[in-house]
């Protein structure tokens, strides 16, 4: 169309629309787009999503979930953190942490980890790789920095003490009996405690006392009571496959921070806390366990029917108390606008343990008081924004 026909009146208007229009249509070519909430397209939960994926490939078992979480959030953090001190990528920093410390804890899928980095990076156009590649040189300096603090928390240890025995002691219900899981764990290094003994539980009841008679005779009445609802929580909360409880953690937690909005920093230091604070959670109640060597309840009374497995370890305290606990007092406290939903959601993983015939009240009771000490010295510790985290224990 000529100049001068954009000039006829009868044609203004027409010709105004389709100059407003494409303005606003150029516009919006040139606006990027906006991801929902739900999408959590950040690299942390991107990597995230990934370890459990690797955890659950491998069945590596309850507290080597823990461990992977908490160690590989660590790193990603102290890589942000280092990366933004430098001014590059956060993203790239989260990836070559991630991907540095997965590869350590599961060598056999280093191929496939490497391999993953590489197409994040082959996917990004030139001049966005060049920051990229930067901060991923500087997570993979975090990652590895992290990956010698894991070398050295004596996790693979091995335990060097002798099973007790009687009837007032834990022994194995597994046929043939099997050797006691994470002996030694009590024995890890942490990263906001100082040492596990210090949360250590207070001593039960005797067996032989009427106050462990009483705890006793509460599973066998839930058991000989036991409702479809009481079931079915006691099969949510086992956790035997896939991610396990640690993997069911991560995601309620990446989930509501993808919600609220949370930048690849504050979901990163959110994700170490918590998952911190659930590994510290774990060796407190281990140390406790292999102190006291608390029979189960079905050893204390054969007749009490179970809803799931029985773990071969000690009953006193209960893991599931310790490190759900823990979780949801430390979620509760950094999420916005909880109202104490996680907390309560804890407290239903350590309740499912008793409906489920393997754990005494007093196992919760004592877990909790664990999780809350431990989420306390956690929350007073912190992870700062601003300067790399690195474990405190002994």
Same mark, same amino acid.
């Given at each position: 169309?000529?100049?001068?026909?954009?000039?006829?009146?009868?044609?203004?208007?027409?010709?105004?629309?389709?100059?407003?229009? !494409? %303005?606003?249509?150029?516009?919006? #070519? =040139? *606006?990027?787009?906006? +991801?929902? @909430? $739900?999408?959590?397209?950040?690299?942390?939960?991107?990597?995230?999503?990934?370890?459990?994926?690797?955890?659950?490939?491998?069945?590596?078992?309850?507290?080597?979930?823990?461990?992977?979480?908490?160690?590989?959030?660590?790193?990603?953090?102290?890589?942000?953190?280092?990366?933004?001190?430098?001014?590059?990528?956060?993203?790239?920093?989260?990836?070559?942490?991630?991907?540095?410390?997965?590869?350590?804890?599961?060598?056999?899928?280093?191929?496939?980890?490497?391999?993953?980095?590489?197409?994040?990076?082959?996917?990004?156009?030139?001049?966005?790789?060049?920051?990229?590649?930067?901060?991923?040189?500087?997570?993979?300096?975090? !990652? %590895?920095?992290?990956?010698?603090? #894991? =070398? *050295?928390?004596?996790? +693979?240890? @091995? $335990?060097?003490?002798?099973?007790?025995?009687?009837?007032?002691?834990?022994?194995?219900?597994?046929?043939?009996?099997?050797?006691?899981?994470?002996?030694?764990?009590?024995?890890?290094?942490?990263?906001?405690?100082?040492?596990?003994?210090?949360?250590?539980?207070?001593?039960?009841?005797?067996?032989?006392?009427?106050?462990?008679?009483?705890?006793?005779?509460?599973?066998?009445?839930?058991?000989?009571?036991?409702?479809?609802?009481?079931?079915?929580?006691?099969?949510?909360?086992?956790?035997?496959?896939?991610?396990?409880?640690?993997?069911?953690?991560?995601?309620?937690?990446?989930?509501?921070?993808?919600?609220?909005?949370?930048?690849? %920093?504050?979901?990163?230091?959110?994700?170490?806390?918590?998952?911190?604070?659930?590994?510290?959670?774990?060796?407190?109640?281990?140390?406790?366990?292999?102190?006291?060597?608390?029979?189960?309840?079905?050893?204390?009374?054969?007749?009490?029917?179970?809803?799931?497995?029985?773990?071969?370890?000690?009953?006193?305290?209960?893991?599931?108390?310790?490190?759900?606990?823990?979780?949801?007092?430390?979620?509760?406290?950094?999420?916005?606008?909880?109202?104490?939903?996680?907390?309560?959601?804890?407290?239903?993983?350590?309740?499912?343990?008793?409906?489920?015939?393997?754990?005494?009240?007093?196992?919760?009771?004592?877990?909790?008081?664990?999780?809350?000490?431990?989420?306390?010295?956690?929350?007073?510790?912190?992870?700062?924004?601003?300067?790399?985290?690195?474990?405190?224990?002994?």
């Amino acid at each position: 169309m000529k100049q001068s026909e954009l000039l006829r009146p009868r044609s203004i208007c027409t010709a105004f629309l389709a100059l407003v229009l !494409g %303005a606003l249509l150029g516009g919006c #070519a =040139q *606006a990027p787009l906006k +991801s929902a @909430p $739900w999408a959590a397209s950040t690299s942390t939960n991107q990597w995230n999503d990934h370890a459990t994926d690797l955890i659950a490939r491998n069945a590596v078992g309850q507290f080597p979930a823990v461990r992977t979480l908490a160690y590989m959030n660590l790193a990603i953090n102290n890589a942000i953190v280092l990366a933004s001190a430098d001014g590059l990528a956060s993203d790239g920093a989260a990836a070559g942490a991630a991907a540095t410390v997965l590869a350590h804890l599961y060598p056999k899928e280093e191929q496939a980890i490497t391999a993953r980095l590489q197409r994040e990076i082959q996917a990004l156009g030139p001049q966005a790789r060049t920051p990229y590649l930067s901060g991923v040189e500087v997570g993979r300096r975090a !990652g %590895a920095q992290v990956v010698t603090w #894991a =070398q *050295a928390d004596r996790n +693979s240890e @091995p $335990w060097t003490g002798t099973l007790p025995s009687g009837p007032d002691k834990w022994s194995s219900r597994q046929q043939p009996p099997g050797p006691p899981l994470g002996p030694n764990l009590g024995n890890v290094r942490t990263f906001f405690m100082l040492s596990a003994a210090d949360y250590r539980a207070p001593p039960p009841p005797a067996t032989g006392s009427e106050a462990f008679q009483a705890e006793v005779r509460q599973v066998r009445t839930v058991a000989d009571n036991r409702t479809n609802s009481q079931i079915r929580i006691a099969q949510y909360w086992e956790n035997l496959t896939g991610s396990y409880a640690a993997g069911t953690w991560n995601s309620v937690a990446r989930s509501a921070m993808a919600a609220r909005g949370f930048d690849e %920093a504050s979901t990163a230091r959110t994700l170490a806390l918590m998952h911190m604070a659930s590994f510290d959670a774990n060796v407190a109640c281990h140390d406790s366990k292999y102190v006291y060597w608390v029979p189960r309840p079905t050893q204390a009374d054969p007749q009490i029917t179970l809803a799931i497995g029985v773990p071969n370890h000690p009953s006193y305290p209960s893991n599931h108390a310790c490190i759900s606990g823990a979780i949801g007092r430390v979620l509760d406290a950094t999420l916005p606008n909880a109202n104490g939903m996680y907390e309560a959601m804890g407290r239903q993983a350590g309740e499912s343990r008793v409906y489920a015939g393997i754990h005494y009240p007093m196992d919760l009771d004592a877990g909790f008081d664990i999780a809350h000490k431990v989420a306390a010295r956690a929350l007073q510790v912190g992870v700062a924004k601003d300067k790399a985290f690195a474990p405190l224990g002994r």
